[in-house]
C-alpha cells in the first residue's frame, strides 16, 4: 500500500485521485446528456460507472483517509478530507454493484411504464395536467390510479432495495439508512423532523382554512388525495400570456442583466428537450459547460421551474472550489441555491415588469400561496413517510404512505399503491426533506438580504453578496456556516411561517 508521509505528500496524493475522479464524472455528465436528448443509454456509461465505483470503494483510499481524518492541520487539505470522508461512506452504500443494479433495474421499469388513462396509452405530463385541470373529480381519480399497477409491481424490489441500504448503513454504525444519508448532508433526522412537523403545526389553521374554502368553491363534499393538485395548483393566478415559453430565456437574461451581470458571458446554456422533470441542469464541465434542460410551456410555474434550474447553473458557474471534490455540495444546500434565485418570481417588481397588474399581482401571489402549500405539505409527506419506511421496511407501506399523506397533507385515505413508483425512493433517498429545506433557506435568505440591502431584485450588491458568500466558496466552507454568515442566524423555518402566515393574512383572513 502507498504509505503517505505528512500533509504535503497526501494533497498531491488527493490531487491525482480528484483528477481521476473528475474525467469519470465529466464523462459520466456527457453521457447522461445525450442519453437524455436520445432518449437511450449509451453503452460507455456501464464501464465509467463501474470504474468510478472501484475509485470510491478502492481500500487504500479509505486507509488514507481514515488514517488523517481529524488529524490535518492545513485547513484546506483538512475540508479536503472530510469530503472524502463523506463521499467514501456514500459509496459504501450507493456504489456496491447489488444496490446500483437493483436501483438501475427499478429505474428502467419506472421509466419505461407506459401508464393508461381511459384504456389509452398516456404520459406522466398528461397525468399531472388532468390532476391539475380536469373538473371531474372521477377522471382525476383514474390519473391518480394509472400509477398504481406499477407501484404495486415494483413494491417487493423497492422494499428489498430500503432493506439492503439499511442492511449496509447499519453495519457501518448507523441506526438505519435515513441517519446516514441525512448524516452526510450535515443534517439530523430530529433537526429535519422538528422543521417539518413544525413548519405544519405552525401553519395547520391557515392551511385548512385555504383547503377548505377552495374545496367549498369546488362544490367537493370529501377530499380525497387526487384532490390536491385541483385545490391548490389549479391555477397561476395570472394568465400564461405574459409568461410565454418562448420568450424565457430571455427574460432570465433581463433579469440577471438587472444585477450586472450578462448570461451570454457565463457558460450556462438552455436546452430544449422532452425529459421527465420540469427542468434538470447539468454541470458538464464547470464554469464553461453548463447547461439548463427544460420541457418548455407558458405560465408563471414554468418560469418559476426556469428560474430554479439558473440557480443551479449560477451557483455551478461561480463555484471557485480549491479542489475537485469540493465542488459538490450537500444536496440540501443546492436546491436552496436554486430556490433562492426562484424566489424572484414572487417579488411584485418583478411580476410588475413582466406587464401584470395591481390586480393581477395580487392574484398570481394568492394562487402562488396555494401551490406552495401544496409543495410543502406533499413533500414533507413525502419524506416523514420514507423516515418511517426505513424504520421497518417490512411493515405494510400502503397503509402507512396512505396515514401520512392523509395527515400532513388533509385528504381523506387512500390506500392503494402509490409509493413505489416515485421515482425518489429509488433513484434520489431521502430527497425530499431538501425541497422543503431549500425553501426555508431560501425565505431566510430573501429576508437577511432585504433586510441588508433594502432593494434586492436588480440590486447588484445583493447579487454580489450571495455570490460571494455562498456560491463562490462551495464545498470549502461548510454550508451551515455560510447560511449562518450570510444570514446572522442557524437555518430555522421563522422567516418562512411568518412569510405564510402574512400571506395567508391577506389572502385568507380567518
Ligand atoms: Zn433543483
Not at 464545498?475 to 456556516?481: E, I, Y
Request: hydrophobic share 45%; charged share 25%; net charge negative.
Amino acid at each position: 500500500m502507498a504509505h503517505i508521509e505528512g500533509e504535503r505528500e497526501l494533497g498531491a496524493y488527493l490531487d491525482e485521485k480528484e483528477r481521476r475522479l473528475e474525467e469519470i464524472t465529466t464523462g459520466l455528465a456527457r453521457l447522461w446528456f445525450q442519453q437524455y436528448v436520445e432518449k437511450k443509454r449509451p453503452a460507455e456509461i456501464d464501464a465509467l460507472e463501474e470504474e468510478q465505483s472501484r475509485l470510491l470503494l478502492d481500500p487504500e483510499l479509505a486507509e488514507i483517509i481514515s488514517e488523517f481524518a481529524g488529524r490535518v492541520q492545513e485547513p484546506l487539505t483538512a475540508r479536503r478530507v472530510l469530503a472524502w470522508q463523506k463521499a467514501l461512506l456514500a459509496a459504501q452504500i450507493n456504489a456496491r454493484p447489488e444496490v446500483f443494479r437493483l436501483q438501475n433495474e427499478i429505474a428502467a421499469r419506472q421509466v419505461a411504464y407506459q401508464p393508461e388513462y381511459n384504456h389509452f396509452p398516456t404520459d406522466m405530463a398528461t397525468l399531472r395536467h388532468i390532476m391539475r385541470q380536469d373538473a371531474d373529480p372521477l377522471h382525476r381519480e383514474e390519473a391518480w390510479l394509472a400509477i398504481a399497477p406499477l407501484a404495486k409491481e415494483l413494491e417487493p424490489q423497492v422494499r428489498e432495495l430500503l432493506t439492503l441500504r439499511n442492511q449496509l448503513a447499519q453495519s457501518l454504525g448507523y441506526r438505519t439508512y435515513v441517519d446516514l444519508a441525512l448524516y452526510l448532508q450535515g443534517l439530523t433526522r430530529e433537526d429535519v423532523e422538528d422543521a417539518l412537523k413544525g413548519l405544519a403545526t405552525r401553519t395547520q389553521d391557515l392551511y385548512m382554512r385555504c383547503l377548505h374554502e377552495e374545496s367549498e368553491h369546488a362544490g367537493l363534499l370529501k377530499i380525497m388525495p387526487w384532490d390536491i393538485m385541483y385545490l391548490l395548483e389549479r391555477a397561476d393566478g395570472a394568465s400564461p400570456a405574459y409568461f410565454p415559453a418562448s420568450q424565457a430565456e430571455r427574460k432570465v437574461a433581463e433579469f440577471l442583466r438587472g444585477f450586472g451581470v450578462e448570461l451570454a458571458g457565463t457558460g450556462i446554456r438552455l436546452v430544449v428537450t422532452d425529459i421527465p422533470y420540469n427542468g434538470l441542469t447539468m454541470t458538464i464541465e464547470a464554469p464553461r459547460d453548463i447547461r439548463v434542460l427544460v420541457n418548455p410551456r407558458d405560465g408563471l410555474g414554468y418560469y418559476s421551474t426556469i428560474f430554479h434550474e439558473y440557480g443551479h447553473a449560477l451557483h455551478a458557474y461561480y463555484a471557485r472550489p480549491q479542489s475537485y471534490i469540493l465542488r459538490h455540495e450537500a444536496g440540501v444546500f443546492s436546491e436552496a441555491m436554486a430556490e433562492v434565485v426562484a424566489y424572484f418570481v414572487n417579488y411584485p417588481e418583478w411580476l410588475a415588469a413582466m406587464g401584470l397588474s395591481a390586480a393581477e399581482i395580487r392574484s398570481a401571489l394568492k394562487a402562488r400561496l396555494l401551490a406552495q402549500f401544496s409543495f410543502l405539505r406533499q413533500r414533507s409527506a413525502n419524506a416523514l413517510f420514507e423516515y418511517l419506511a426505513y424504520d421497518n421496511p417490512s411493515q405494510n407501506l400502503n397503509a402507512l404512505y396512505a396515514a401520512v399523506q392523509s395527515q400532513v397533507v388533509g385528504h381523506e385515505i387512500d390506500p392503494r399503491p402509490q409509493w413505489a413508483a416515485n421515482a425518489w425512493y429509488t433513484s434520489y433517498p431521502v430527497y425530499w426533506q431538501n425541497y422543503v429545506l431549500a425553501e426555508v433557506i431560501a425565505s431566510q435568505t430573501h429576508r437577511a438580504l432585504q433586510t441588508r440591502f433594502g432593494r434586492v431584485l436588480g440590486n447588484p450588491a445583493a447579487f454580489a453578496y450571495v455570490r460571494d458568500q455562498f456560491w463562490a466558496p462551495a464545498g470549502g466552507v461548510d454550508w451551515q456556516d455560510k447560511v449562518r454568515a450570510a444570514t446572522g442566524d442557524d437555518w430555522g423555518i421563522e422567516a418562512l411561517v411568518g412569510e405564510l402566515l402574512t400571506a395567508g393574512a391577506e389572502h385568507y383572513p380567518a
